[in-house]
């Protein structure tokens, strides 16, 4: 079992940063990818950014390439989303996500993110 703990999210003007964090507990060394997807109100949650664990090959959405950046600490087991030049559109919950070797996926509890002014 992996358990993921987000936390990060808040308030923020249109234009403005904020940075996400994910630390996962349990099972850690199983994991091979980690990543944020995020849930707009009335839409499907979708990829916002993923991470390797081994290779850090990293993959983002379209909409958020050049203004997002994930990354991961391993020694602490936690990943990171630095979002830049927010917009009202990046309005969402953020999950944080998580996938085993085995290809079970786990997910966090979720943390509100509101880009408004």
């Known amino acids: 079992q992996v358990r993921l703990v987000e936390s990060g999210g808040g308030l923020v003007q249109p234009g403005g940063s904020l940075r996400l964090s994910c630390a996962a507990s349990?099972?850690?060394?199983?994991?091979?990818?980690m990543g944020w997807y995020h849930q707009a109100p009335g839409k499907q949650r979708e990829l916002v950014a993923t991470?390797?664990?081994?290779?850090?090959?990293?993959n983002y959405a379209d909409s958020v390439k050049g203004r997002f950046t994930i990354s991961r600490d391993n020694a602490k087991d936690t990943v990171y989303l630095q979002m830049n030049s927010l917009k009202p559109e990046d309005t969402a919950v953020y999950y944080c996500?998580?996938?085993?070797?085995?290809?079970?996926?786990?997910w966090g509890q979720g943390t509100q993110v509101t880009v408004s002014s």
């Open positions: 349990g099972r850690t060394s199983n994991i091979n990818v």
């Open positions: 996500y998580a996938r085993t070797n085995l290809f079970n996926v786990y």
């Open positions: 991470i390797s664990s081994l290779s850090n090959i990293t």
